[in-house]
């Protein structure tokens, strides 16, 4: 991504979301930070349920990190 901006995250997932399925993109994991912020404009545009790690919360994490390495790895 060119910057950690809102905006810039939402309008990237945005589009790598209409590469997938929708019956594999209904949910979305993500950090608790400052580029997640606008997380209710995907949900409300992709309709994806999202799901954010709390921060005194490092075994969510885990999970989280996992699921975002196979995204990754998928589209590379």
Known sequence: MANKQACTFTSVTNRLLNCVPD???????LDNCAEN????????DKGVEIFIAHSHAPWQRVTNEQVSGMIRGYFT
């Open 23 to 29: 019956s594999l993109s209904q949910t979305l994991p």
């Open 37 to 44: 912020a606008a997380h209710v404009i995907i949900a409300d």
